[in-house]
């Protein structure tokens, strides 16, 4: 079975056109103001707008009311949804589009209490500093985990995620900051490295 990939924060249409040729499962549109990657809701509609109708598009939001992300699921066309924050798991509960819940993966104790908890969701393990940071997962905390039903990221690139893949197993990979040539603005060449990487793995 071939590796997920997903490409997080995109923020041009052309971007996530150049993801999907580049072979990305699916991409990922960030809505938290706070993020370099932050992307308006026209804008989004837009990014939405340039993809094939159904390819799947993850809204990621950081604590965001419900009322919110009910808005930005009407207004944009986005049919995924991504929480990033600390939210309940009321917050995360009783949606009719696919759900991807991270946890940042503070240490062993909190990875393993991730993957034994009961969820509908599908599991994002993040590194300490949360998304977009750049920063690797501890390699260590890992070891022994079954990650089959595990999304990781962090720090991944076209470089390492091969080897991550590998060495772990996980059921998918997402990158951000991985495959961009500049702040927000996603590269193709890095785009079709990463999943090449990824999927030869």
């Known amino acids: 079975m071939s590796t997920w990939v997903k490409i997080c924060g995109v923020t041009r249409p052309v971007d996530a056109v150049d993801a ?7 991409i990922g549109i960030n809505f938290c103001e706070r993020s370099s990657r932050f992307c308006s809701d026209p804008l989004a509609a837009e990014v939405v707008a340039a993809l094939p109708r159904g390819f799947p598009v993850y809204g990621v939001f950081v604590d965001a009311e419900r009322d919110r992300v009910r808005q ?23 949606w009719e589009v ?9 240490d062993r104790a ?24 750049g920063q690797q997962i501890d390699s260590a905390l890992l070891d022994g985990l079954d990650l089959s039903r595990t999304v990781l990221a962090g720090g991944l690139d076209a470089a ?5 893949v590998r060495a772990r197993r996980p059921w998918g990979v997402d990158c951000a900051g991985g495959v961009e040539s500049g702040a927000g603005v996603k590269d193709r060449k890095l785009m079709t490295e990463f999943v090449n990487n990824a999927r030869s793995a």
Do not use: C, M, W, Y
């Open 20 to 26: 999907r040729l580049a072979g990305a499962d699916a």
């Open 72 to 94: 930005v699921l009407a207004e944009t066309g986005i049919n995924g949804l991504q929480f990033h924050g600390d939210e309940t798991d009321e917050d995360v509960s009783g």
């Open 98 to 106: 696919p759900v991807i819940r991270a946890v940042k993966a503070a």
């Open 110 to 133: 909190s990875v393993e209490a991730a993957l034994a908890a009961k969820r509908e969701a599908v599991l994002l393990l993040d590194s300490p500093l949360g998304g977009g940071s």
């Open 160 to 164: 390492n995620v091969a080897g991550l």
